[in-house]
Every structure is written in C-alpha cells, then in structure tokens.
C-alpha cells in the first residue's frame, strides 16, 4: 500500500494527499479518492501503529478523500490483512457500472488488480496505474492505459514538512548508517 511504499521507498509518509491526487488527476475532473489499507496492531508496533495513525488522520482532513479499512485474520500465527483486494475491486466495478468516472487511476504495484482493471477497460473506461518500481506487476502495467512512475522527482512538492519526520529511537542505539527493520 501507498503507506509502506513511501516509508520504505523514500524514506517518509508525510504527504499532502489531495496534491498527490490532484497531480495525478491533471485538469481532469475529480470524482472521489479512495484509500484502502489495514490498521497496524497497537502491540506489535506501537511507533509504526502511531505513523499509521499519523497518516490516516491526515488523509481524513483531505477533501474528497475517503478512507476504507479491512481487517486483519490470523493465518497460522501471522496476521494477514483480508478484504481489502476485494473491497477495493468492487468499488473500481461499481463505480465503472455506475458510470461515475471516466479514467481510474490506481496507485498499486499489486498484480490482484489487473483483472478488475481489465474489466474496467472492457467497460470503456481508462486506467491508468501509479507505481513504485521497487514493487510493481508487469501483470498490472500491461493492463494500463497510462503508466505514472512514482519516485522521489514525482513527489517534489507533495510533502506536507520541508523535512521527513523524526522517528523516536527505541531499545539501543544502532550504528551510524545502519537501519534495522524498524528505522525504515
């Protein structure tokens, strides 16, 4: 999702969503952005549990914008995020079958998707896909009609702050440089 792509792509999540959106929407009406993801568990991560909470909280002050969440089932100890695909899937189809947008812009690497996308198409609609190229489905570009590679040029002036948060440094203190799996 957008959250993890940009912490571990650029390093930061602080963006200004309704710039994002209405760079990738150009002169074209907007109709409605939707977010999907899954809320973190509080006791697995509290310092990533709070950034999520961060960042939701600011998408919910975003006009237009509305954020939809799934939940979480564990699979053999490990939680597994559920119905997301599947919500996000269906509002692409029934928006389409409603005919309330012309052109869909996903921003997501996820393969799932190139299905519903292709029905989409099929429907006479456009898409277009946004992308990290870190973490992106050939499945996915194939299917696009217009393909926006996202990276640190895309995002110049899309930051809420001039510079990335400040994480709060937890347990002992890591050498110069070196970044464990919880200072992405």
């Known amino acids: 999702n957008l959250y993890h792509a940009l912490r571990s792509n650029l390093r930061r999540y602080d963006l200004?969503?309704?710039?994002?959106?209405?760079?990738?929407?150009?002169?074209?009406?907007?109709?409605?952005v939707y977010y999907y993801?899954?809320?973190?568990e509080p006791g697995q991560r509290a310092e990533g549990h709070r950034e999520q909470q961060d960042f939701l909280n600011a998408l919910r002050e975003t006009p237009y914008l509305e954020?939809?969440?799934?939940?979480t089932k564990l699979a053999q100890g490990v939680p597994v995020e559920k119905g997301i695909d599947v919500m996000l899937a269906?509002?692409?189809?029934?928006?389409?079958?409603?005919?309330?947008?012309?052109?869909?812009?996903?921003v997501s690497g996820d393969s799932d998707f190139a299905y519903a996308l292709q029905a989409v198409k099929n429907m006479g609609k456009h898409v277009e896909v946004a992308y990290?190229?870190?973490?992106?489905?050939?499945?996915?570009?194939?299917?696009?009609?217009?393909?926006?590679?996202?990276?640190?040029?895309?995002?110049?002036?899309?930051?809420?702050?001039k510079h990335p948060p400040r994480r709060k440094r937890t347990g002992a203190p890591?050498?110069?440089g070196a970044h464990g799996k919880g200072d992405q």
Do not use: M
């Open 90 to 106: 269906t509002d692409l189809l029934l928006f389409a079958w409603n005919n309330l947008y012309d052109v869909a812009v996903l």
């Open 67 to 71: 954020v939809r969440l799934g939940g």
């Open 16 to 32: 200004n969503f309704a710039n994002f959106a209405n760079k990738l929407c150009g002169e074209r009406r907007l109709f409605r």
């Open 132 to 161: 990290f190229e870190s973490n992106v489905s050939k499945d996915l570009l194939d299917v696009a009609d217009v393909r926006h590679q996202l990276d640190r040029n895309a995002f110049k002036g899309l930051w809420i702050s």
């Open 174 to 176: 890591t050498a110069k």
């Open 37 to 40: 993801n899954v809320l973190q």
